[in-house]
């Protein structure tokens, strides 16, 4: 015999055909829960980190990524710091790959009989950051339109709807300033609509309006205001790491901020999501994990006479323990591998299997009258899916415990008195 015992009694018992319909059933039911189980968990895991990424993406696309600006309380009550020198110094940092100025201020955009509160952002449309994310966006007009003193604008698309504009149309901003003496003097200013992006996120398209820089700054209420530095990473996800080294090399005076703090909110709940929808499709892993208790109880009732026969002949209790071990082991991680293989499949062929269930069932899972993101993106984490597999062979081993210490407290006396 050149397999240990429990191992060679444990690979007999997992082959032979039982007699028991019922623990076969079981078995199989277990087997395919602890394999849907695994592969939901991959593929919905999947799913949930495409839609950040998507998020990400389209969260940064018109957004800096660093921003370097004064206080709120601070302007106006401080001089106009030398943004050209920090900007030098700003790019010297390591990581960051460009620099531009930026100036913005709330107002409210005017076209009768609604009006919508926007962010007037002015930018320099030569700027090459500006030209690619802005110019990617558009879907009407022109962003070469921006010009110093032409006093045009680019606005969202649902600020086009709400407002019926288009290229072409005039708009009004009124932007709220104060005098010297400290006396609201609401500033108007006409516009004209040099284009309208789509970014595809409701934060942009429903309140962002840009100009040219020059243009903005001259409708602020202080030479400062609302002014500062956007910044574009070589690696988008070293943005706290960076706006840490920026803090201790500019002015103490200045707001260093990165989009992670920015829009931590929608990740802590996208975070949460996922750790919530993992614990509760781990509960089918679970599930299946007590049909494994279940089926080697049943298995252990059954061969008393066979454990007893095995124990006169020498067998230690840790060598019965192992036979049950080594046939729960067996279906359970064979789950876990159907599983790993299914949800792996699934996950890499999500943008192709969703097009066919919504050309099969004739409904959109995705409906584009509802949704900005149309397609069910995938994105697998390496490091997820080895944790899935190792919390689920956790999950299976465990559950052999219990049948295993029972099979080995069978007294051989006591199974055989009755044979």
């Known amino acids: ?19 028991r319909f019922f623990v076969s059933f079981i078995t199989w039911t277990s087997l395919v829960g602890v394999c849907l189980g695994v592969a939901a968990l991959i593929v ?61 201020v709330q ?12 962010l007037l952002r002015g930018i320099d449309p030569d700027e090459a950051a500006s030209r690619a994310e802005l110019g990617r966006a558009l879907i009407q007009g022109r962003l070469a339109d921006l010009q110093p003193g032409s006093d045009r604008v680019i606005v969202g698309e649902v600020i086009a709807q709400q407002l019926g504009l288009a290229p072409g149309d005039p708009l009004t901003l009124l932007i709220p300033t104060v005098d010297p003496s400290g006396t ?38 202080t030479s400062s205001a609302g002014e500062g530095l956007q910044l574009r990473l070589q690696d988008v996800m070293a943005a706290p790491e960076i706006a840490a080294t920026l803090r201790s090399r500019l002015p103490a005076g200045l707001t260093v901020s990165d989009w992670t703090a920015d829009n931590a909110s929608y990740f802590r709940a996208i975070r949460i999501e996922k750790t919530m929808m993992s614990l509760i499709l781990l509960l089918i892993v679970a599930v299946a994990a007590f049909n494994i208790v279940a089926m080697l109880v049943m298995v252990v009732t059954d061969k008393r006479t066979d454990i007893a026969i095995v124990r006169t002949f020498g067998a230690a209790p840790r060598q019965v323990a ?16 159907l599983g790993l293989l299914l949800g792996l499949t699934l996950a890499f062929n999500v943008r192709s299997i969703v097009p066919f269930l919504e050309r099969t069932l004739g409904f959109h899972i995705m409906d584009p009258d509802v949704y900005y993101v149309v397609a069910i993106p995938s994105e697998i984490h390496w490091g997820q899916v080895a944790l899935i597999a190792v919390a689920a062979l956790l999950l299976t081993a465990a559950a052999t415990l219990y049948p295993s210490l029972r099979a080995a407290r069978v007294a051989p006396a006591e199974a055989l008195r009755y044979e």
């Open 1 to 19: 015999m050149f397999y240990p015992l429990p191992l060679y009694v444990g690979l007999r018992y997992v082959r032979a055909r039982s007699h």
């Open 44 to 104: 919905i895991l999947s799913v949930m980190n495409g839609f950040a990424s998507e998020l990400r993406d389209r969260l940064l696309s018109l957004n800096a990524q660093v921003r370097v600006s004064l206080p709120a309380q601070a302007q106006g009550e401080v001089a106009e710091p030398d943004w050209s020198a920090l900007a030098a110094r700003a790019a010297a940092v390591p990581g960051v790959v460009q620099v531009a100025r930026y100036a913005q």
């Open 107 to 118: 107002a409210l955009a005017v076209r009768q009989p609604e009006m919508l509160p926007v």
């Open 184 to 221: 609201p003097a609401p500033k108007l200013r006409e516009f004209v609509v040099a284009g309208v992006f789509e970014a595809g996120l409701q934060d942009h398209d429903a309140t962002l309006v840009f100009a040219d820089l020059s243009d903005v700054r001259a409708l602020s209420a």
């Open 322 to 337: 192992g036979v049950f071990m080594t046939q729960g082991l067996i279906i359970g991680w064979l789950g876990v591998g």
